[in-house]
Protein backbone atom coordinates (compact mmCIF):
# COMPACT_ATOMS: atom_id res chain seq x y z
CA UNK A 1 0.00 0.00 0.00
CA UNK A 2 1.53 3.26 -0.90
CA UNK A 3 0.80 6.40 1.40
CA UNK A 4 -0.07 9.34 -0.84
CA UNK A 5 -0.89 13.19 -0.57
CA UNK A 6 -3.87 14.95 -2.08
CA UNK A 7 -4.15 18.88 -2.72
CA UNK A 8 -6.82 20.55 -3.75
CA UNK A 9 -6.29 23.80 -5.52
CA UNK A 10 -8.77 26.40 -5.35
CA UNK A 11 -9.15 30.20 -4.45
CA UNK A 12 -12.97 29.78 -3.68
CA UNK A 13 -12.23 26.33 -1.76
CA UNK A 14 -9.38 27.82 0.33
CA UNK A 15 -11.01 30.61 1.31
CA UNK A 16 -14.27 28.61 2.43
CA UNK A 17 -16.80 30.19 -0.64
CA UNK A 18 -17.41 26.84 -2.00
CA UNK A 19 -17.41 23.26 -0.41
CA UNK A 20 -14.52 20.81 -1.94
CA UNK A 21 -15.51 18.23 -4.11
CA UNK A 22 -12.42 17.16 -5.74
CA UNK A 23 -9.53 16.19 -2.91
CA UNK A 24 -12.37 14.20 -1.12
CA UNK A 25 -13.14 12.32 -4.68
CA UNK A 26 -9.81 11.83 -5.49
CA UNK A 27 -9.08 10.76 -2.07
CA UNK A 28 -12.30 8.16 -2.16
CA UNK A 29 -10.71 6.81 -5.69
CA UNK A 30 -7.48 6.08 -4.17
CA UNK A 31 -8.41 4.88 -0.96
CA UNK A 32 -10.56 2.04 -3.21
CA UNK A 33 -7.54 1.59 -5.28
CA UNK A 34 -5.83 0.60 -2.30
CA UNK A 35 -3.69 3.62 -1.49
CA UNK A 36 -3.24 5.17 1.68
CA UNK A 37 -4.18 9.03 1.99
CA UNK A 38 -2.18 10.51 4.64
CA UNK A 39 -2.60 13.72 3.85
CA UNK A 40 -4.96 16.26 2.57
CA UNK A 41 -4.87 20.00 1.61
CA UNK A 42 -6.52 22.91 0.36
CA UNK A 43 -4.97 25.79 -1.41
CA UNK A 44 -5.52 28.69 -3.19
CA UNK A 45 -4.29 29.34 -6.68
CA UNK A 46 -0.67 31.09 -6.07
CA UNK A 47 2.62 29.48 -7.89
CA UNK A 48 4.68 29.83 -5.08
CA UNK A 49 2.07 28.22 -2.30
CA UNK A 50 1.81 25.33 -4.65
CA UNK A 51 5.49 24.79 -5.16
CA UNK A 52 6.36 25.05 -1.12
CA UNK A 53 3.42 22.46 -0.48
CA UNK A 54 4.63 19.72 -3.38
CA UNK A 55 8.47 20.36 -2.04
CA UNK A 56 7.63 19.61 1.38
CA UNK A 57 5.53 17.01 0.58
CA UNK A 58 7.54 15.05 -2.01
CA UNK A 59 10.49 15.83 0.25
CA UNK A 60 9.68 14.44 3.40
CA UNK A 61 10.38 10.72 1.56
CA UNK A 62 6.82 10.04 3.19
CA UNK A 63 4.65 10.24 -0.12
CA UNK A 64 5.35 8.45 -3.13
CA UNK A 65 2.51 9.67 -4.55
CA UNK A 66 1.09 13.43 -4.66
CA UNK A 67 -2.14 14.37 -6.93
CA UNK A 68 -3.56 17.64 -7.34
CA UNK A 69 -6.80 18.58 -8.38
CA UNK A 70 -7.36 22.04 -9.84
CA UNK A 71 -5.68 24.83 -11.54
CA UNK A 72 -5.07 23.00 -15.00
CA UNK A 73 -7.47 24.88 -17.40
CA UNK A 74 -6.95 28.65 -19.23
CA UNK A 75 -7.74 30.87 -16.45
CA UNK A 76 -5.51 33.97 -15.34
CA UNK A 77 -4.85 31.92 -11.99
CA UNK A 78 -3.88 28.49 -13.38
CA UNK A 79 -0.88 27.61 -12.51
CA UNK A 80 -0.61 24.52 -10.94
CA UNK A 81 1.24 22.87 -13.98
CA UNK A 82 3.63 25.78 -13.96
CA UNK A 83 4.53 24.89 -10.05
CA UNK A 84 4.51 21.22 -11.00
CA UNK A 85 6.83 22.09 -13.87
CA UNK A 86 9.14 24.12 -11.61
CA UNK A 87 9.45 21.40 -8.66
CA UNK A 88 10.20 18.16 -10.85
CA UNK A 89 13.30 16.84 -11.62
CA UNK A 90 11.97 14.41 -14.43
CA UNK A 91 8.55 14.38 -16.30
CA UNK A 92 6.37 11.61 -17.13
CA UNK A 93 4.75 12.76 -19.97
CA UNK A 94 2.75 9.30 -20.82
CA UNK A 95 0.33 10.24 -17.71
CA UNK A 96 -1.32 13.32 -19.00
CA UNK A 97 -1.25 12.04 -22.33
CA UNK A 98 -3.03 8.97 -21.40
CA UNK A 99 -5.22 11.49 -19.14
CA UNK A 100 -6.44 13.42 -22.00
CA UNK A 101 -6.75 10.46 -24.33
CA UNK A 102 -9.12 9.02 -22.41
CA UNK A 103 -11.30 12.06 -21.85
CA UNK A 104 -11.32 13.33 -25.21
CA UNK A 105 -13.49 10.17 -25.33
CA UNK A 106 -15.75 12.48 -23.87
CA UNK A 107 -16.03 15.37 -24.85
CA UNK A 108 -13.53 17.54 -26.89
CA UNK A 109 -12.91 20.16 -24.22
CA UNK A 110 -10.04 17.93 -23.05
CA UNK A 111 -7.82 18.91 -25.13
CA UNK A 112 -7.67 22.19 -23.27
CA UNK A 113 -6.59 20.56 -20.04
CA UNK A 114 -3.27 21.73 -18.97
CA UNK A 115 -2.30 18.74 -16.57
CA UNK A 116 1.36 18.07 -15.88
CA UNK A 117 2.88 14.62 -14.65
CA UNK A 118 6.41 14.26 -13.27
CA UNK A 119 8.83 13.03 -10.54
CA UNK A 120 10.16 14.99 -7.46
CA UNK A 121 13.11 13.06 -5.78
CA UNK A 122 10.66 9.49 -4.76
CA UNK A 123 7.34 11.13 -5.74
CA UNK A 124 5.39 11.44 -8.44
CA UNK A 125 3.16 14.59 -8.84
CA UNK A 126 0.07 14.04 -10.91
CA UNK A 127 -2.03 17.20 -11.95
CA UNK A 128 -5.92 16.60 -12.30
CA UNK A 129 -8.64 18.61 -13.03
CA UNK A 130 -10.72 20.52 -10.89
CA UNK A 131 -14.12 19.45 -11.64
CA UNK A 132 -14.52 16.21 -10.01
CA UNK A 133 -15.90 14.25 -12.99
CA UNK A 134 -13.07 15.38 -14.91
CA UNK A 135 -10.79 14.36 -12.17
CA UNK A 136 -12.50 11.37 -12.03
CA UNK A 137 -12.22 10.21 -15.57
CA UNK A 138 -8.72 10.85 -15.43
CA UNK A 139 -7.23 9.63 -12.46
CA UNK A 140 -9.45 6.27 -13.51
CA UNK A 141 -7.59 6.32 -16.93
CA UNK A 142 -4.26 6.04 -15.43
CA UNK A 143 -4.88 4.40 -12.06
CA UNK A 144 -4.42 0.51 -12.76
CA UNK A 145 -0.60 1.39 -14.21
CA UNK A 146 0.24 3.47 -10.88
CA UNK A 147 1.33 0.69 -8.43
CA UNK A 148 3.75 -0.62 -11.27
CA UNK A 149 5.40 3.12 -11.69
CA UNK A 150 5.54 3.72 -7.99
CA UNK A 151 7.03 0.19 -7.76
CA UNK A 152 9.69 1.32 -10.52
CA UNK A 153 10.34 4.49 -8.66
CA UNK A 154 10.91 3.41 -5.57
CA UNK A 155 13.70 1.02 -6.77
CA UNK A 156 12.60 -2.04 -5.87
CA UNK A 157 12.63 -5.00 -8.27
CA UNK A 158 9.64 -4.42 -10.61
CA UNK A 159 8.06 -7.23 -13.06
CA UNK A 160 7.50 -5.31 -16.47
CA UNK A 161 5.84 -8.47 -18.22
CA UNK A 162 3.18 -8.80 -15.94
CA UNK A 163 1.42 -6.03 -16.26
CA UNK A 164 -2.47 -5.89 -16.43
CA UNK A 165 -4.01 -4.67 -19.60
Known sequence: MYQCAVLTISD????GERPDEGGP??????????????????????QADIEAALCRLADSGDFPLIVTTGG??????DVTPEATLAVCDRLAPGIPEAMRYASMQVTNRAMLSRAQAGIRRGTLIINLPGSPKAARENLEAVLPALSHGLEMLSGRPADCAKLPR
Open 12 to 15: RSFR
Open 25 to 46: LVSRLLTDAGFSVAHTEILPDE
Open 72 to 77: TGFAPR
